[in-house]
């Protein structure tokens, strides 16, 4: 029967699966509780457009806090429209990057594609639209709220990554961070994502390592792997 119901459903185009025989990559919250991160219970949410992450966290992690950052105003007014009415969730209008104060962000593409790092130069279509965001650092923000305990971050900023890391340096050290989702790519003259050895040297001096990588998002002509979510832990040796 369930042989009958597993071609049945692959059919139709789903699979069926255990969770527990799932490789690593696959499934976010089983990956975590086999790499010592047996309870999510808050997760910031960096780059949180308009919502978007918020939701799946939601499915993904029902029981946790989440506290999400969006600078661009109008994708704030959609995000908390999004969240509005639900105790376990927070917005905040700020970017996060090396230090505090105020920064320039520019709309690339469209809504989804704003970025600290200016507009694109390699001919690619892009608008002048741009605004004044405040900009704040991951140290602080944690400093000032008393957080101890971080067991998520996931980091969507549209190629400001390696700066928002930088301001983030002393909870990562300490510990004080878990984990780390981070929007990376394996393509070395991609101008909108930073490349995944850099990100990953970055963190290691902070004893964090790549172990899983998701969401591989696939470019045409030619089919390359143009991006995906990598997730950077806490290595066992650097917590005790």
């Given at each position: 029967?369930?042989f009958?119901?597993?071609?049945?459903?692959?059919?139709?185009?789903?699979?069926?699966?255990r969770?527990?025989?799932?490789?690593?990559?696959?499934?976010?919250?089983?990956?975590?509780?086999?790499?010592y991160?047996?309870k999510?219970?808050?997760?910031?949410d960096?780059?949180?457009?308009?919502?978007?992450?918020?939701?799946?966290?939601?499915q993904?992690?029902?029981?946790?806090?989440?506290?999400?950052?969006?600078?661009?105003?109008?994708?704030?007014?959609?995000l908390?429209?999004?969240?509005?009415?639900?105790?376990?969730?927070?917005?905040?209008?700020?970017?996060?990057?090396s230090?505090?104060?105020?920064?320039?962000?520019?709309?690339?593409?469209d809504?989804?594609?704003?970025?600290?790092?200016?507009?694109?130069?390699d001919?690619?279509?892009?608008?002048?639209?741009?605004?004044?965001?405040?900009?704040?650092?991951?140290?602080?923000?944690?400093?000032?709220?008393?957080?101890?305990?971080?067991?998520?971050?996931?980091?969507?900023?549209?190629?400001?990554?390696?700066?928002?890391?930088?301001?983030?340096?002393?909870?990562?050290?300490?510990?004080?961070?878990?984990?780390?989702?981070?929007?990376?790519?394996l393509?070395?003259?991609?101008?909108?994502?930073?490349?995944?050895?850099?990100i990953?040297?970055?963190?290691?001096?902070s004893?964090?390592?790549?172990?899983?990588?998701?969401?591989?998002?696939?470019?045409?002509?030619?089919?390359?792997?143009?991006?995906?979510?990598?997730?950077f832990?806490?290595?066992?040796?650097?917590i005790h």
């Amino acid at each position: 029967m369930r042989f009958l119901l597993k071609r049945f459903l692959e059919k139709k185009g789903w699979f069926l699966r255990r969770i527990n025989g799932l490789s690593i990559g696959t499934h976010l919250p089983k990956d975590l509780e086999l790499l010592y991160l047996n309870k999510i219970k808050l997760i910031l949410d960096v780059g949180a457009h308009r919502g978007e992450s918020v939701k799946h966290f939601k499915q993904l992690f029902p029981c946790a806090q989440i506290i999400s950052f969006e600078p661009v105003r109008e994708n704030f007014e959609w995000l908390k429209k999004n969240i509005v009415g639900d105790n376990h969730y927070e917005a905040i209008c700020t970017a996060f990057g090396s230090k505090r104060g105020t920064a320039r962000i520019w709309q690339r593409r469209d809504s989804t594609t704003w970025s600290l790092e200016g507009k694109l130069n390699d001919g690619n279509i892009c608008s002048d639209v741009s605004q004044e965001v405040e900009v704040d650092t991951i140290d602080n923000f944690i400093e000032s709220r008393g957080i101890v305990s971080v067991d998520l971050v996931k980091l969507d900023t549209e190629g400001h990554e390696k700066s928002v890391i930088a301001g983030a340096i002393e909870s990562l050290k300490n510990g004080v961070i878990k984990a780390m989702l981070v929007e990376t790519t394996l393509i070395s003259d991609n101008k909108e994502h930073v490349h995944i050895d850099d990100i990953s040297n970055q963190l290691l001096s902070s004893g964090f390592k790549l172990v899983a990588i998701y969401d591989q998002t696939v470019w045409p002509n030619p089919f390359r792997m143009a991006y995906c979510n990598a997730l950077f832990v806490k290595t066992f040796e650097a917590i005790h």
